[in-house]
Structures are given as C-alpha cells and as structure tokens.
C-alpha cells in the first residue's frame, strides 16, 4: 500500500483537461460506495466519494456540466461534469450547499487514497475486498460521524488533536 501523503493544495481535472480544480482544505472523508447507481455512473465496481468543503473547493479552468436528477432516495442532486470529455467530477446535493462529493479518481496525484469504508456492500463485486481496518457496511451506515472520527485519525496532520 502507498504510504504517500498528500499535500494541499489537492488539485485536479477531467481527462481531457478542459475542467480543472483545487481544494485548498483537506476532504472531509473519503469512502468507497459500492450501490448498482454508483457502478453505473462510474463505469466500474464502485465510486471513490470524497465529501470536502464547497468554499474551499474551487474550479480554476473550464465550466462544468450540471446534470440535475433525483438519487435513489428521492434526495435532488446535481452531478457536474465536462461537457468535452463527459468525465464526472462531482456532485451537489439539495439542502447540504456547504459539500461537494467529489469523485475522487479524478485527483492528480490518486497514490495515496485509501477509503476508510466501503458502504452498499450488499451489491459489491464479488472481488472486491476492502482493507482489513475499513468499515464495512451492507448499506448505508446509521451515522458517517464513525466514519468521519477513522478518516480524522488517518490524517493527523490535517486534524490536529485540540
Ligand atoms: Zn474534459
Ligand atoms: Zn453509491
């Protein structure tokens, strides 16, 4: 496993290089959802969801897509992407402005994201096998604050101990 760690500025873009972005504040958390939607936005056997701040998330290039629809709950979401290349770069969510998801995949520098847990497992890929300490939920977890407290302690340098 990687052991590099990531310095802030985070930035990224899509692959074509259209969009570009930078968070200038480490993400909130960064789990892995294994649900049927997120295979299927994601072309592949999970999302790579990484919650971060939307007034320190900033796109310096490039004027994403919006995409407005409704999640498998109900919940109004908008999903941002390139209107170039077509490459998700992350999701707003009715009621809760101060988030971006970001997909995390489309960072520059992908070497050192390990995801704290891995929800939906219900619907993982059969071979899909999370890290020994990840959480591992069926579905959703009652409470992502569990989540939030083991990403906070992967990362001491960014949430120092009051
Ligand atoms: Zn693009
Ligand atoms: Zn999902």
Redesign the pocket.
Known sequence: MSSTRPALPLTGGCSCGAIRYEIVSFPLLLYA???T??QKASGSA??L?MPVLARDFHVLQGEPKGWPHLSPKGVAVTSRFCGDCGGRIYGERAGRAEIVNLRAGTLDDTSWLVPVAH??MKSAQSWVEPAADAGCYETQPADFNTLTLAWRAMWPEFFPKK
Do not use: G, T
């Open positions: 959802c294994n649900c939607d997120c999970f999302a969801n929800i939906f």
